[in-house]
C-alpha cells in the first residue's frame, strides 16, 4: 500500500479511538461537579455517593484519554511532516496553549480534587472538580481551533520563501466562524455523551437483582439526572447542528453536497431519507427526498439554491487546477468519498436521535419514582451510552472525510502533507505497535470499568472535616 494510505489509516484510527474517551471525560466531569454541589446545598447524603462512584469512573476514563491523547501529537511529525512545517506556525500556536493552560488545570484541580477530601473545605473542594470542568472547556476549545483553522483558513498569510503558511492574526484563528459553532456543538455533544453514560449505568445498577432495595432510590435519582440532561444537551446538539450545517455549506460546500448526495445544483433541494448511488459513488441511481428540507438546513430558506458535486468539481478545477495532487484521485476529481460522506452524516444524527428517544421513554417509565422492569427498557438503557459515542465518532468521521482531498481546505492536499522520507513499511509497523498498544489500554479500560460499575456506589460516610492547620499527609479518596 502507498504510505500516505497507511499514515491515514493511522491517524483515522487512533484518533477516532482517543475520542472515544474525550467526550465522555467532557461530560462526565461537569456531571460529578453537579452531584457534589446538589450535595453541597442539600446534604443528602444520595448526592455525595453519586459523586463519589461517577466520579471514580471518571478517573479512569480521564487517565485512559489523556494516555492515548499524547500519540496523537507525535503522529504529526513521524507522518505528516511536510504538513507540520506548512502548518507549523499556525496550529502550533493553539495546541501549545493547550498543553500549558489547559492540560495543567486540569490536572493540578484534579489532583487536588482527588487528594483533598480531607484538607479542603467542601465549597472549595466542589470548586477544584468545577474548574477541571473547565479546563476540559479549554482544552476542547484550543484543539477544536486547530481543527477549524484546517477546515476554514483564516489569520495567515502564505511566505513564499520558506513556502509556509504564517499567522498575522490570532484572534482570527480563535474566534474562525468554523470554530464558534463547533465548539458548541461539540461540546454539548459531550454533555449528551456523559449523561448517555450516567443514565446506563444507573439504569443496570437500579433493576440488578442483587441491588439493595434502599439503594435503588439513589441510582433512580441519577438515571432520572442523566436523562433530564442528556435530553437538554441533546436540543443544544440539534440546534447548534443547524447553524453549523449553514456554516459548512458556506465555507466547505463540497462537503454538503457529498452529505446528501446531490449531484447537481438545485434549488428547492430535497433531503435525502434514502440514495442509492453507484458503487463508485460518481451518480445517484434512486432516491426518497423531503422536498425543501435540505436547502433550509443549508441556507435558512426553503426555495434556496445547495449547489452540487458536478458544479462543485468544475469551480474546483477553474479555481486550483485539474491535479489534485493524489495518486487515488483521478486529475481535477476534488470529490471526497460519497457513500462513507452520505453515511456517517445520517449515522451521526440518527443515533442521536434515537438516544433521544429512549431518554424520554426512560423518562415516562420512571415517573413518580417507579423502578421499571421490563427486558427491553432494560436493554435500551444499557445501550444508551454507546449510541452518543458512536455518533460522536460518525460525526468526525463525516467532517475529516468530508474535507478530502484536502488536509488544509483549498491550500495543501492531504498527499502532499505527508513525510517523504518515510516508507509504508516504517508506517505499517508503527501502526501495528500502537494498535497493540491501544488494545492492551481498552483491556485495561474495560476490566476496570466493570470492576467498579458491579461494586456500586460505596456506603456513606460523611467526608472528613476539611480546611485544618494541620500537617498531615494527603489522603487518596479513592
Not at 25 to 50: D, H, M, P
Not at 342 to 369: D, K, P
Amino acid at each position: 500500500m502507498d504510505p500516505t494510505d497507511i499514515a491515514r489509516w493511522q491517524f483515522a484510527i487512533l484518533t477516532v479511538y482517543h475520542f472515544l474517551f474525550v467526550p465522555i471525560t467532557i461530560g462526565l466531569s461537569a456531571i460529578v461537579a453537579g452531584y457534589e454541589t446538589a450535595w453541597l446545598r442539600t446534604k443528602n447524603e444520595q448526592w455525595l455517593r453519586l459523586t463519589r462512584f461517577f466520579g471514580k469512573l471518571f478517573l479512569i476514563n480521564f487517565a485512559i484519554g489523556v494516555v492515548t491523547g499524547i500519540v496523537q501529537e507525535f503522529q504529526f511529525g513521524m507522518n505528516w511532516s511536510d504538513y507540520s512545517r506548512f502548518v507549523g506556525d499556525i496550529f502550533g500556536a493553539p495546541l501549545a496553549v493547550e498543553g500549558l493552560l489547559a492540560f495543567f488545570l486540569e490536572s493540578t484541580f484534579l489532583g487536588l480534587w482527588i487528594f483533598g477530601w480531607d484538607r479542603l473545605r467542601p465549597g472549595l473542594h466542589a470548586g477544584c472538580i468545577w474548574i477541571v470542568h473547565v479546563g476540559t472547556l479549554f482544552s476542547a476549545y484550543f484543539i477544536l481551533a486547530a481543527n477549524s483553522w484546517m477546515q476554514h483558513p483564516v489569520g495567515y498569510e502564505f511566505n513564499p520563501k520558506t513556502g509556509r503558511a504564517e499567522m498575522h492574526d490570532f484572534a482570527a484563528v480563535m474566534f474562525n466562524k468554523v470554530q464558534l459553532v463547533t465548539f458548541p456543538h461539540v461540546v454539548l455533544a459531550a454533555y449528551l455523551t456523559g449523561a448517555a453514560f450516567v443514565v446506563g449505568i444507573s439504569f443496570w445498577l437500579m433493576t440488578r437483582d442483587t441491588t439493595a432495595a434502599e439503594d435503588r432510590s439513589l441510582y433512580l435519582r441519577g438515571v432520572r439526572t442523566g436523562a433530564a440532561v442528556l435530553l437538554v444537551a441533546g436540543l443544544g446538539v440539534a440546534i447548534s447542528g443547524d447553524t453549523q450545517g449553514k456554516i459548512m455549506t458556506d465555507v466547505q460546500p463540497m462537503k454538503m453536497a457529498a452529505a446528501e448526495a446531490l449531484y447537481d445544483t438545485e434549488s428547492s433541494a430535497g433531503f435525502s431519507v434514502l440514495t442509492i448511488g453507484s458503487l463508485d459513488g460518481s451518480e445517484e441511481k434512486f432516491s426518497i427526498k423531503i422536498p425543501g428540507l435540505l436547502s433550509f438546513l443549508a441556507t435558512g430558506h426553503s426555495d434556496g439554491t445547495v449547489e452540487g458535486i458536478n458544479q462543485l468539481r468544475e469551480q474546483y478545477q477553474q479555481t486550483y487546477g485539474q491535479d489534485p495532487g493524489a495518486a487515488y484521485y483521478s486529475p481535477g476529481d476534488y470529490t471526497p468519498n460519497i457513500p462513507l460522506s452520505y453515511w456517517t452524516f445520517r449515522l451521526m444524527i440518527g443515533l442521536g436521535l434515537l438516544a433521544a428517544a429512549v431518554a424520554v421513554w426512560i423518562l415516562w417509565a420512571t415517573r413518580r419514582e417507579r423502578i421499571p422492569r421490563g427486558r427491553l427498557l432494560k436493554w435500551a438503557a444499557v445501550s444508551l451510552p454507546f449510541l452518543p459515542v458512536f455518533a460522536n465518532s460518525f460525526g468526525w468521521i463525516f467532517t475529516e472525510v468530508g474535507r478530502q482531498p484536502w488536509v488544509v481546505f483549498g491550500l495543501m492536499t492531504t498527499v502532499n502533507g505527508d513525510s517523504p522520507g518515510v516508507s509504508a513499511a516504517q508506517v505499517t509497523t508503527s501502526l501495528t505497535a500502537l494498535g497493540v498498544l491501544y488494545a492492551v489500554l481498552a483491556f485495561i479500560e474495560v476490566r476496570l470499568m466493570l470492576l467498579y460499575i458491579r461494586r456500586g456506589a460505596d456506603p456513606f460516610e460523611p467526608p472528613p472535616t476539611g480546611g485544618s492547620d494541620e500537617d498531615k499527609p494527603l489522603a487518596f479518596a479513592y
